[in-house]
């Protein structure tokens, strides 16, 4: 039977930038109403209930119902490395993260991490995302284990890094059967998408670069997930290595692996023209302030990218990046182009955390702006979760609540997150799981 819930909704399925006003779908006393996980019907509560009489109606008055968040870009086995102290990303990468990821070899520590990973995303709101798992095909599979028994559209695949630390390195070989293998068994089960997935430059070979750009054509409906010129050191690094390459995305490029269905985090360091090349290209581009400001890379220039016609998202690039909350992560967006002059509007920010991001990664038909034929993920956002925010959004109008809830916003924002219109956190009762 189709279910109802009655709230203020808000999405964003258009950039502000480019469509203005008319980017802005709201209801102020909203019906959205699902059958099936899918958004049969949205509008005005007074106009929509008569064609559904005797619709089961949840009450959500006084919560901002959005779509679920959209993470472009996070390390689910960084989880536990969240807050580490004092490196910026190459040291951090030798003396942080790689022994973490030495750990998931092991098939029970990938489970439990994947587990509680993707309970804090629902916690946080993040209904779908793009996540980086490590070299080891065990820990691709324990994440979309875990994502298919949530019923979560997750992207995933195994890290290809033949010139990794010990423990963390494969081989060109062994990187494209395991890789086959994966795709095989996950892609298209449920709501899951591969990724093909080199680390970055500096951790490849040639030979399997290579690799990673016939893979991305032998499976045409897959992404390409990687790093690009996040840190100055890095940079120099990867010109070093590759002198014949003009910038760092022509590195990439020369081995096919820029397209439409590439998404590379960071892009703090871009020259003109690479930036014309990824608006050429179609490839994305996910933005990652929190990461970014905590391993003192730089600050992305949103202005410059918009300017170049750029596709964008929102990642949160834990663990590196210092909040799973997509709320906290427009919060620091907003900070970062306040420094560069160009303040982050409250709708746009909304928009590269939902369908702006959902797009990027190829799931715009799917999820990100609660249409009509939509799969129906959502969140209850409540502004008035702090005594704080209570006190600063009454009374407020839409835009300086969603910009106050976003610069003062954490999990404890999240009243509800629903997943194909089935709950899957509350904020306030026992946990739920499916």
């Known amino acids: 039977?189709?279910?109802?819930?009655?709230?203020?909704?808000?999405?964003?399925?258009?950039?502000?930038?480019?469509?203005?006003?008319?980017?802005?779908?709201?209801?102020?006393?909203?019906?959205?109403?699902?059958?099936?996980?899918?958004?049969?019907?949205?509008?005005?509560?007074?106009?929509?209930?008569?064609?559904?009489?005797?619709?089961?109606?949840?009450?959500?008055?006084?919560?901002l119902m959005v779509p679920g968040f959209v993470d472009t870009h996070i390390h689910y086995p960084q989880t536990e490395r969240i807050a580490a102290y004092g490196l910026q990303l190459l040291g951090w990468l030798d003396e942080h993260i790689?022994?973490?990821?030495?750990?998931?070899?092991?098939?029970?520590?990938?489970?439990?991490?994947?587990?509680?990973?993707?309970?804090?995303?629902?916690?946080?709101?993040?209904?779908?995302?793009?996540v980086f798992a490590t070299v080891h095909a065990t820990s691709v599979d324990a994440l979309f284990e875990a994502a298919v028994s949530r019923n979560m559209r997750i992207a995933s695949g195994k890290v290809l890094m033949d010139l990794g630390p010990e423990g963390l390195r494969d081989t060109p070989e062994t990187g494209r059967s395991e890789t086959e293998a994966l795709i095989a068994r996950w892609h298209g089960k449920g709501r899951l998408t591969y990724a093909v997935t080199p680390r970055f430059a500096l951790t490849s070979s040639d030979e399997q670069l290579a690799v990673a750009g016939d893979l991305l054509a032998a499976h045409p409906d897959t992404l390409l997930h990687t790093h690009m010129s996040e840190n100055v050191d890095e940079i120099a690094a990867v010109l070093g290595r590759f002198p014949q390459a003009s910038d760092y995305l022509d590195v990439y490029d020369r081995f096919g692996l820029v397209g439409r269905r590439s998404i590379f985090a960071h892009g703090i360091h871009l020259s003109d023209r690479e930036c014309c090349r990824l608006h050429d290209s179609g490839a994305g581009i996910a933005l990652c302030p929190t990461s970014n400001l905590f391993l003192g890379s730089g600050l992305f220039d949103l202005a410059r990218l918009d300017a170049h016609g750029v596709k964008l998202g929102m990642g949160s690039d834990v663990g590196a990046g210092t909040s799973l909350s997509m709320l906290a992560t427009m919060g620091e967006a907003y900070k970062v182009c306040q420094l560069r002059g160009h303040?982050?509007?409250?709708?746009?920010?909304?928009h590269l955390a939902t369908a702006g991001g959902a797009a990027m990664l190829g799931m715009g038909a799917q999820v990100g702006s609660l249409s009509e034929g939509q799969e129906a993920d959502f969140l209850l956002l409540d502004h008035a979760a702090t005594p704080l925010s209570a006190r600063r959004c009454a009374g407020l109008p839409l835009a300086d609540r969603l910009f106050a809830m976003q610069i003062l916003g954490d999990d404890r924002f999240v009243a509800?997150?629903?997943?194909?219109?089935?709950?899957?956190?509350?904020?306030?009762?026992?946990?739920?799981?499916?």
Request: aromatic share 8%; hydrophobic share 45%; net charge negative.
């Open 1 to 63: 039977m189709p279910q109802g819930f009655r709230a203020e909704i808000l999405s964003v399925p258009h950039d502000p930038l480019h469509a203005g006003a008319e980017a802005v779908r709201h209801d102020a006393d909203g019906l959205l109403v699902v059958e099936n996980g899918i958004v049969a019907a949205r509008g005005p509560y007074d106009a929509l209930i008569e064609r559904f009489p005797g619709l089961d109606v949840e009450d959500c008055r006084g919560r």
């Open 343 to 350: 303040p982050l509007d409250p709708f746009r920010a909304l």
């Open 416 to 434: 509800r997150t629903y997943i194909a219109g089935a709950l899957a956190h509350d904020r306030d009762a026992v946990k739920v799981r499916p």
């Open 98 to 130: 790689f022994p973490a990821e030495r750990a998931f070899a092991d098939v029970a520590h990938a489970r439990d991490v994947s587990d509680f990973f993707l309970g804090e995303l629902l916690r946080h709101g993040t209904t779908s995302a793009l």
